[in-house]
């Protein structure tokens, strides 16, 4: 039998105990997997731990569970931490966007407004969907066994976006290079962190393009074929992966 995993934060366990109380969980555990006490089950934080765990008493608003004594082997993460800045998209696509690059292990993601963004949404509509896509990670991590859930940052401004993560290698993804591709920019040893921006659906401005590169954004092309913003943002995300991540061969 498939051994289920269920989200829970630190604060609910309690030495070798730990109880789930989100209504969502709690509702997915009991009516839809109808699972009983005394059935296994993988209790994670998000944050890097993973514990054994054993159904002790359901009821409709929590279950509680015994654990093991010690928590599981750490799954490792990649070993470059990959951060995706992305211009804001439609809905749906962003959240497409955020479940598959969690599914291959990006690190950081960073919304953020630039002037091609369409629609151009409210700042509080925008911000009132950061718990979703939070939710959206972490239900990925839960369906692709990572222990940790990445970090979705609030939307910013195009400006703000390129001075964050001062200590990263910065890369930009521009249809209009001709020539430098992502082996151009990335050097042996591959550095720890690589920060990949990749504009909105209406693509980067000239202007925007120019302060990128003066904030030290490398420019790249991803050959010559004009791709949607989300197929992008996930393409860079596996490119590195395979480059210097954990889907070498």
């Not at 109880?19 to 009516?31: I, Q, W």
């Not at 765990?53 to 990959?82: N, Y």
Request: aromatic residues 6%; proline residues 9%.
């Amino acid at each position: 039998m498939k051994i289920r995993r269920f989200k829970i934060s630190q604060g609910d366990i309690h030495g070798p105990e730990a109880v789930l109380d989100d209504s969502a969980e709690v509702r997915h555990l009991t009516r839809v997997l109808r699972l009983k006490p005394g059935d296994r089950v993988i209790l994670f934080d998000g944050e890097g731990k993973e514990y054994q765990a054993t159904i002790k008493r359901l009821t409709a608003r929590q279950v509680s569970f015994g654990l093991t004594p010690d928590p599981l082997p750490e799954t490792p993460e990649p070993p470059v931490r990959i951060i995706l800045g992305i211009g804001l998209l439609k809905s749906t696509k962003l959240e497409w966007l955020i479940q598959k690059s969690t599914e291959l292990g990006v690190g950081e993601i960073l919304p953020f407004h630039s002037l091609r963004v369409v629609p151009r949404p409210e700042e509080t509509a925008v911000r009132n969907r950061l718990g979703r896509w939070e939710k959206i990670a972490a239900e990925a991590v839960k369906q692709c066994r990572r222990n940790r859930i990445p970090r979705i940052h609030p939307p910013c401004i195009f400006a703000e976006a390129l001075t964050a993560f001062p200590d990263s290698a910065k890369i930009f993804l521009w249809e209009k290079e001709k020539d430098r591709t992502l082996n151009d920019v990335l050097n042996a040893p591959p550095p720890p962190a690589v920060y990949a921006l990749v504009g909105p659906e209406g693509g980067f401005s000239a202007e925007e393009a120019k302060q990128a590169e003066t904030a030290g954004f490398a420019p790249i092309r991803l050959g010559p074929r004009i791709l949607r913003a989300e197929t992008a943002g996930l393409v860079i995300v596996a490119l590195l992966q395979f480059l210097c991540g954990d889907l070498r061969g």
